[in-house]
């Protein structure tokens, strides 16, 4: 009996549109090279009429061809070729409409959504004021459901600061027991700020990941799938409104803000920071200091090529044209710290 977990065949030639007795005169056709309607019947021991029916197929599918009464077998690399090329288009086309399925789930999830929250009625909304209610209200929530997903985005530097000062640090410990992950968008120029860096290579370390961007909207957030932070007023600091900001709970409030953080991420930056991203620092920064390739290369104890390779990445990895324009961006973006 076939086990039920094998695949449907288990020869190649069905997988590409030949049924088993097809295969069977295909490879009966290869070895003679050449015969006749009869020979390959008497080869075969089958019915002229049925084998013939067969052969016109497999003429059809163009792996045989037919000239005068005889046929022959076409090269198998051509043959085949033309048949897995054919599979290969038919299952790209089929790719292409899963993926226009798999796409239109994020709508159908929005209307699923919108439906749900319009029939339970008016979703809570809850007005909450106070830096560290906001922090540890996202620790509870996640002891509650573990391994929630935290988005946000720390639009400024002030929000930045009391970030690395006061609150990154429940947020880490509660990433190291499980309890959520974090991801981060920051503003590019927070970068510089004291305390930033050990504080984000700790959060990275814990499993959160962090990007920036030249400017962010606003101060935001979605915690798991049912809650989302907005501030009091968007665009606004937090801090300069007393870290007032609500918590709304309906599931179409935070599919748009997360569509939202998803957009921003997707055109954001990763951080520089990590083996090849200290690589590319190191070049800059001695480069910043007068130093030439060759005085890098001793400095750091690698060649003249790996120095230049280093160069290479970080001019791609800042969008600069030019050495002297990567040393002014990485600069900008707190590289050279």
């Not at 449907?8 to 069905?14: G, Q, Y």
């Not at 990445?313 to 710290?337: I, K, N, P, Y």
């Amino acid at each position: 009996m076939r086990n039920e977990f094998t695949t449907a065949t288990d020869d190649p030639l069905e997988t590409l549109g030949l049924d088993h007795a097809q295969a069977a005169l295909y490879t009966a056709v290869l070895r003679l090279h050449r015969a006749t309607l009869n020979e390959l019947a008497e080869a075969m021991d089958g019915p002229v009429d049925k084998v013939g029916r067969q052969l016109q197929e497999l003429v059809r599918l163009g792996v045989v061809d037919e000239r005068s009464g005889e046929y022959l077998a076409r090269h198998p690399a051509a043959a085949l070729g033309r048949l897995i090329a054919e599979r290969l288009d038919r299952l790209a086309e089929e790719s292409r409409r899963i993926d226009s399925a798999l796409g239109s789930i994020r709508g159908l999830i929005r209307d699923y959504d919108a439906g749900r929250d319009y029939q339970d009625g008016p979703f809570p909304v809850e007005l909450v004021s106070g830096a560290d209610i906001l922090y540890e209200s996202v620790v509870g929530m996640a002891v509650q459901a573990p391994r929630m997903d935290i988005c946000t985005v720390v639009p400024d530097e002030r929000t930045m600061n009391d970030f690395v000062r006061k609150f990154a640090d429940p947020w880490i410990d509660a990433q190291e027991r499980d309890l959520l992950t974090v991801h981060v968008l920051i503003p590019v120029a927070t970068l510089t700020l004291p305390g930033v860096r050990a504080q984000l290579q700790r959060l990275v370390s814990t499993g959160g990941r962090v990007r920036t961007m030249d400017r962010l909207p606003s101060w935001f957030m979605t915690a798991g799938s049912s809650v989302a932070g907005l501030p009091a007023q968007w665009g606004g600091n937090l801090p300069d409104h007393a870290y007032n900001f609500y918590l709304v709970r309906a599931h179409i409030v935070v599919g748009v803000l997360r569509s939202l953080f998803d957009e921003l991420w997707n055109r954001a930056v990763p951080l520089p920071w990590g083996r090849r991203g200290d690589g590319m620092m190191q070049v800059i920064r001695l480069a910043a200091q007068g130093m030439c390739d060759e005085s890098i290369a001793r400095q750091l104890g690698v060649s003249v090529r790996t120095v230049r390779a280093r160069f290479a990445d970080a001019m791609t990895e800042l969008g600069a044209q030019s050495r002297f324009h990567a040393g002014v961006e990485a600069a900008r973006r707190g590289w050279l710290g």
